[in-house]
């Protein structure tokens, strides 16, 4: 028997509701939501390298998780002219081939990109050139030797900084796997601009050493193009097979090159959304899941790759119902990411090769930043019972019913000023950052956030739409301001706690407890015209300082540093109209006003509390059997029966009191 009770002292403390005027924050250190394992970006290239770069991003910023490109990097004869279109050449390079030379402006073929529909032509002659393919043998140290690795500062930046950060995350994406693995897409390139593919380019092909679009051949036939028996093999092997072998070969190399383990990879960025640079697309989810069980399958061989975890599908949220379920009709359908989630759960061997899942906070173009408005993250969440839109399914299930948790690993697209638009609800700005994250953690239920790049290139100065910052504008940039108020103050291995609002709708409130640093980090943003006064009043957390740490922004002050004094639990703060504010308390500890029997169960702070009329209790089991949930007064004495009988259903239970 499963025995839940709750003291009535807590009900006796809070029974009366709240009085006056004015917005109010509730914050239950008791009640535990996600684990927060960090917040970080993307970036790469020169700027890693540069001290300025690591410290902004690690020292000041307090980001903890780094973020890298895993499309394989070839080795010659690959990666030379046979590997990349053959006319770039360089402006020195007298060609006809070349693509400066105005005479032959759009290539060989009339066209300025090799393409190819397998493995078959992927070596076709092309501008007088041909590109060999690097077989994949048994031999994963011999098929490493076939790679090269960049150089990137921040991984070791990241490394010597791991005890300051409280944790070091290094995760990765495929944009591409190698890309005689990818056969016709059926799709075609759309643009049409110089020197690019021309319009109307079918997928795949390779421009300036890009490996653009495409889809994996999932097929498992064997191809003498792929023949393996001169590396010690058994003869010709399949796509998939390649794909694993590669993806495993050029993952090894990469951490005995760094000297570090990925946390997670992703097998593909963006998976249907293919571009002229590297990309790959899966349309179906039975192709994801083959891919996915074939790379589960071929890390689990190696003791250096077995414990990488494997995240996903990495889709874009979209901006409605249809980019969470699925684009086109019957007949040649695109599935998204709830389509991806069912079929993976359906099957055993999938569900148990990818660890957690992924998504990216972009609208269905892949460029317009979104979260802001809660209804996809929430969908994302819970799914959906009644059908949202025509032609989608009733009661599909959100990723919280899976039992894995989820990261957001790529967004952006703000403008680089604190508000923007300036007339109208300023949501694509600094502003926004804090907003997107806010929705992404408390909504959406997201345990990581991650940027797409952190800054722009050194030389460039001015904030564009899809960095956080520049070398010029450092620690003061909108947007990397908007993003600090979470990196910096919600540290790896905090939990999002309960947090209410009453009083004001244009008041969004989070709050964040680390057990082992002892602090609990709120973070307040008012999304209203006015300035607010908020007292924000603290439930079990008994242990707190005289004094907290206040950091607020707004369109006139970017970054003030001040405190607050907390008395009996409770402290104001004033927002700015269109501020963040958020709050550290240190020395903080908490008491469980709850008693659970069986450590697999979890029984959540009572909600609304205050309340004057009722209030909502819910509990989590995790198999079936009897659960009794009583109410006591302080004398020990049974007031109410809440629960007593057989429940059959694990998950999440609700009663009113």
């Known amino acids: ?60 910023m307090g980001a903890s998780i780094y973020r890298v490109d895993l499309t394989p990097r070839l080795v010659a004869p690959y990666s030379n002219l046979s590997y990349y279109s053959p006319w770039f050449m360089g402006s020195q390079t007298d060609n006809v081939f070349n693509l400066e030379n105005p005479d032959n402006p ?20 092309f501008g007088g050139l041909n590109a060999p393919i690097a077989v994949m043998g048994p031999d994963i140290d011999a098929n490493v ?3 090269n690795y960049p150089n990137d500062g921040a991984i070791q930046a990241g490394l ?38 021309v319009s109307g380019t079918p997928w795949p092909f ?70 002229f640079y590297n990309s790959a697309t899966y349309p179906l989810s039975s192709q994801y899941i083959t891919a996915l069980k074939a790379i589960r399958a071929e890390f689990d061989q190696y003791d250096d790759l077995k414990d990488i975890r494997i995240m996903g599908p990495e889709d874009l949220l979209g901006g409605d119902a249809y980019g969470l379920w699925q684009y086109g009709g019957a007949g040649n359908p695109t599935h998204k990411n709830l389509q991806y989630l069912q079929h993976i759960a359906a099957d055993p061997t999938a569900s148990a090769a990818i660890d957690f899942f992924c998504i990216h906070g972009y609208d269905s173009d892949g460029v317009s930043s979104a979260g802001a408005n809660s209804t996809s993250w929430n969908r994302w969440v819970n799914g959906w019972q009644a059908s949202p839109a025509p032609g989608i399914p009733a009661n599909v299930a959100g990723f919280s019913s899976y039992g894995k948790k989820s990261w957001m690993t790529e967004t952006s697209g703000e403008n680089g000023a604190w508000l923007y638009p300036t007339n109208g609800f300023p949501n694509n700005g600094g ?102 006064t908020v007292t924000v009043n603290l439930h079990d957390a008994p242990v707190l300082p005289n004094t907290l740490n206040v950091f607020t922004s707004d369109n006139s002050n970017l970054w003030q540093a001040s405190t607050a004094s907390i008395n009996q639990g409770s402290f104001q703060v004033t927002i700015p109209a269109y501020g963040v ?43 079936q059997g009897r659960v009794s949930l009583w ?26 009191f």
């Open 206 to 275: 390779i421009w300036g050493g890009n490996f653009a679009g495409g889809k994996l051949d999932v097929s498992g036939t064997l191809l003498p193009e792929f023949d393996d028996a001169a590396l010690g093999g058994t003869g010709p092997t399949s796509a998939l097979t390649q794909f694993a072998r590669s993806t495993a070969a050029y993952v090894r190399g990469f951490q005995q090159h760094f000297g570090i383990s990925f946390y997670a990879i992703s097998i593909q960025n963006e998976l249907n959304f293919e571009q």
């Open 631 to 656: 109410v006591e007064d302080e004398s020990g004495r049974r007031v109410s029966v809440l629960q007593d009988d057989v429940l059959t259903s694990p998950g999440l239970h609700e009663v009113l």
């Open 160 to 197: 010597d900084r791991q005890a300051q950060l409280g944790d070091f995350k290094l995760i990765g994406s495929l944009w591409s796997p190698v890309p005689w693995v990818k056969v016709s897409s059926g799709n075609t390139y759309n643009q049409n601009w110089w020197p690019g593919p």
């Open 431 to 532: 502003w926004s950052i804090a907003l997107k994250i806010h929705q992404a953690l408390s909504v959406g239920m997201e345990s990581a956030w991650l940027y797409w790049t952190f800054s722009e290139d050194p030389g460039t100065s001015q904030v564009g739409e899809f960095a956080l910052t520049s070398q010029t504008a450092g620690n003061t940039s909108p947007k990397y301001v908007g993003a600090k108020h979470f990196f910096k103050y919600i540290r790896p291995g905090a939990w999002r706690v309960g947090a209410s609002v009453a009083g004001n709708g244009d008041l969004l409130a989070g709050a964040y407890l680390h057990e082992d640093n002892k602090t609990l980090t709120a973070v307040l943003i008012n999304a209203g015209t006015m300035a607010l």
């Open 106 to 125: 759009d290539g060989p073929e009339g066209n300025r990109v090799r393409t190819y529909t397998g493995a078959q032509d992927y070596s076709r002659l």
């Open 1 to 60: 028997m499963k025995k839940i009770f709750l003291p009535l002292l807590t009900f006796i403390l809070f029974l009366t509701s709240l009085t006056g005027q004015g917005a109010n924050v509730d914050i239950f250190a008791s009640e535990k939501h996600q684990q927060i394992d960090g917040f970080g970006a993307h970036q790469g290239g020169a700027a890693v390298k540069t001290i300025w770069w690591q410290q902004l991003y690690y020292d000041d």
């Open 581 to 623: 504010v958020t709050v550290i308390a240190d020395g903080v500890s908490t008491t469980g006003t709850e008693s659970i029997s069986d450590g697999s169960e979890q029984f959540f702070r009572n909600h609304p509390n205050p309340f004057a009329d009722q209030t909502r209790l819910q509990f989590r089991i995790a198999k």
């Open 145 to 147: 030797a076939l790679f």
